[in-house]
């Protein structure tokens, strides 16, 4: 996307919500403190220097947070939450209500659908509809009057298949419906749906945003001052979902890297995928920034990287599939991604377990399938790794 500052993207990661003259004067910090107190002293009855009362309603080190990842993802407001599931399942009782109609990309993260499933569609009665969204045609064909919310999620999880979110984003307008997107995938670093035309994004923080892997968050951010209050009101008086200053201060450290870790996950990705896509045990690569996944070119349209996420299909049975899981050395078997160290899925039997056999077959999940969340180490090394692992077939 042509018009994104990088420069002022890489300065505000490490600077802003953390700025010097809104730190402590009295102490002379230079990272924002842990804010641990649940309530703030007033001077006298409603009267204080500050705006805190009680945590739930406000935390300083949320609030540095929150104000740097408003910057970061381009938006007016951000509101950090205590999961990426809280944040999406606030998003969306903000923005639809029993009786209404909800369009959702059918290749949603498996959560994301059981949140839809069970929440909005048995508990609401709000009515789901999922289209593969992929193709605009199919999200233009399923909008209704009644529709009131599209969710989309770009690149998906584990298949790395993209939506065209300007196509989106215009039909959202022409029908008066609001334009949800989960960004988790690609960060703010590399794609930014609220200036593509978004209502709301949502990220799960503990992905690449906090990107150590030992913080669980999530995050909404909207332009729409009505959106972002109705969000505001649900998380602090009705839910309590919010993130806790710890994981508030862990995330505001962690992001400060966003766009070095994103760089080296990318540049491992690439490398690892073109390696891939030549070698003879495997049969299919998915990652955006090969010339042979079939959405390249919108890939290139509309983010400003591929991302860190390379899935593919072994030519294996699934014992052997697994067992080449088991051969590798630096690539740890875990589920979850964008931490710094690599990791290596089998969707079959793990991030994609709790679905139901024959849906995961039809949403392209084989036994067979791979997905490594490539980290920051060193290419040759994990390559390396890789090699001597598809050995054994
Ligand atoms: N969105 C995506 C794309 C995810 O991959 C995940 C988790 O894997 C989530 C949302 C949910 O985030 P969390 O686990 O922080 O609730």
């Known amino acids: ?40 002293a007033m001077r006298s009855p409603g009267v204080a220097e500050h705006d805190y009362k009680y945590s739930r309603f406000g935390n300083p080190t949320r609030d540095a947070l929150e104000t740097r990842l408003a910057r970061l993802i381009g938006a007016n407001e951000a509101i950090a939450f205590s999961s990426g599931t ?32 069970d929440l909005l569609r048995e508990q609401m009665g709000v009515d ?15 909008i209704r009057p009644e529709t009131s919310l599209l969710w989309l999620e770009t690149p998906t999880n584990p298949l790395l298949k993209l939506c065209d979110l300007h196509g989106a984003a215009e039909i959202a307008r022409e029908n008066g419906v609001k334009l949800g997107v989960d960004n988790t995938f690609a960060t703010p670093y590399f794609q930014r749906p ?41 998380q602090q008086y009705t839910l309590g979902n919010l993130l806790p200053p710890f994981d508030a201060y862990l995330v505001l450290r962690g992001v400060k890297t966003l766009p070095l870790r994103m760089t080296q996950h990318e540049t491992n990705a690439q490398a690892i995928a073109d390696y891939l896509v030549d070698h003879s045990a495997v049969s299919e690569v998915n990652y955006p920034g090969l010339e042979s996944h079939p959405q390249h070119a919108l890939a290139r349209r509309q983010m400003d990287g591929f991302g860190g996420i390379v899935s593919f299909e072994l030519d294996a049975t699934e014992a052997e599939t697994r067992a080449v899981i088991e051969e590798l050395d630096l690539f740890t078997t875990a589920v979850s991604l964008g931490g710094v160290e690599s990791l290596v899925d089998h969707p079959w039997t793990m991030s994609a377990s ?37 050995n054994y077939l």
């Not at 998003?91 to 993260?109: K, P, R």
């Open 194 to 234: 609220l200036e593509i035309g978004a209502d709301v994004v949502v990220h799960s923080t503990t992905k690449y945003l906090n990107g150590h892997s030992d913080s669980t968050g999530g995050v909404v951010a909207t332009d729409d001052s009505d959106i972002a209050e109705r969000v505001s009101e649900l």
């Open 128 to 142: 789901i509809e999922y289209v593969d969204a992929t193709n605009t045609d199919a999200i233009e064909a399923a």
């Open 1 to 40: 996307m042509a018009d994104f500052d990088t420069t002022a993207f890489i300065t505000e990661a490490v600077h802003s919500g953390e700025e010097v003259a809104e730190l402590s004067s009295e102490s002379g910090d230079v990272v924002s403190p842990i804010h641990l107190a649940t309530h703030h």
């Open 86 to 117: 809280a944040a999406i399942a606030t998003a969306c009782l903000a923005l639809c209500d029993s009786g209404d109609h909800v369009v959702a990309f059918d290749g949603v993260y498996g959560g994301t659908r059981v949140l839809f499933d």
């Open 354 to 390: 709790f679905m139901p056999a024959a849906d995961r077959r039809e949403a392209g999940i084989s036994e067979s399938l791979v997905r490594m969340p490539v980290g920051i180490e060193s290419s040759t090394d994990l390559i390396r790794d890789i090699e001597q692992a598809l």
